[in-house]
T-cell receptor, first 113, second 116 residues
Framework: AQSVAQPEDQVNVAEGNPLTVKCTYS??????LFWYVQYPNRGLQFLLK??????LVKGSYGFEAEFNKSQTSFHLKKPSALVSDSALYFC???????????FGKGTRLHILP | NAGVTQTPKFQVLKTGQSMTLQCAQD?????MSWYRQDPGMGLRLIHY???????DQGEVPNGYNVSRSTTEDFPLRLLSAAPSQTSVYFC???????????????FGPGTRLTVL
């Protein structure tokens, strides 16, 4: 079955440290992968996407993600965390077989001052 | 551009009542979708549409109906509300290029629904 998983419910990082939010996927064919962020009482906002090409994708607010085909992963990263990065992060995959976009369960990121 | 708008922002229903959650977008996006967000469950796809007159079921379609008579509007109908439908509902839209859906979605602000 095609799916996307975020193995961590919550990630805590000290301000200024690098952060990683993990995502793994299981799809047939080439994956189209996305990261979104949700701030309290708001809708989701797009951060970045991987369609094809370079495995390292750069996005909004200094975030980047690394596509790893052999490990079927698409981890979100940032070199230096800010307190304002604290939010709920969702990984998503486009299932091209039936035009659906499926989201992971989300990872809550806490950046500690 | 207003983007994706949803009404109402909040709604309280009694079990068995019906209602329609409204969603509209002014970006001429072909693709529109409805998700529900529940704690620990992430976002789950309810229904989606790849264009006017075309709708399809997502992961959790039971108890919900949709229609897509125009490109702009994609209402979600709760036929007979149940407490299990208490959730936050998000509508989203996306541009479809060459009939492959790999563009980012734009989300509305959400509707918080409580069913008593």
């Amino acid at each position: 079955a095609q799916s996307v998983a975020q193995p961590e419910d919550q990630v805590n990082v000290a301000e200024g440290n690098p952060l990683t939010v993990k995502c793994t996927y299981s799809v047939s064919g080439n994956p189209y992968l996305f990261w979104y962020v949700q701030y309290p009482n708001r809708g989701l906002q797009f951060l970045l996407k991987y369609i094809t090409g370079d495995n390292l994708v750069k996005g909004s607010y200094g975030f980047e993600a690394e596509f790893n085909k052999s490990q079927t992963s698409f981890h979100l990263k940032k070199p230096s965390a800010l307190v304002s990065d604290s939010a709920l992060y969702f990984c998503a995959v486009y299932m091209n077989r039936d035009d659906k976009i499926i989201f992971g369960k989300g990872t809550r990121l806490h950046i500690l001052p | 551009n207003a983007g994706v708008t949803q009404t109402p922002k909040f709604q309280v229903l009694k079990t068995g009542q019906s209602m329609t959650l409204q969603c509209a977008q002014d970006m001429n996006h072909e693709y529109m979708s409805w998700y529900r967000q529940d704690p620990g469950m992430g976002l789950r796809l309810i229904h989606y549409s790849v264009g006017a007159g075309i709708t399809d079921q997502g992961e959790v379609p039971n108890g919900y109906n949709v229609s897509r008579s125009t490109t702009e509007d994609f209402p979600l109908r709760l036929l007979s509300a149940a407490p299990s439908q208490t959730s936050v509902y998000f509508c989203a839209s996306s541009f479809v290029s060459s009939r492959r859906l790999y563009n980012e979605q734009f989300f509305g602000p959400g509707t918080r629904l409580t069913v008593l």
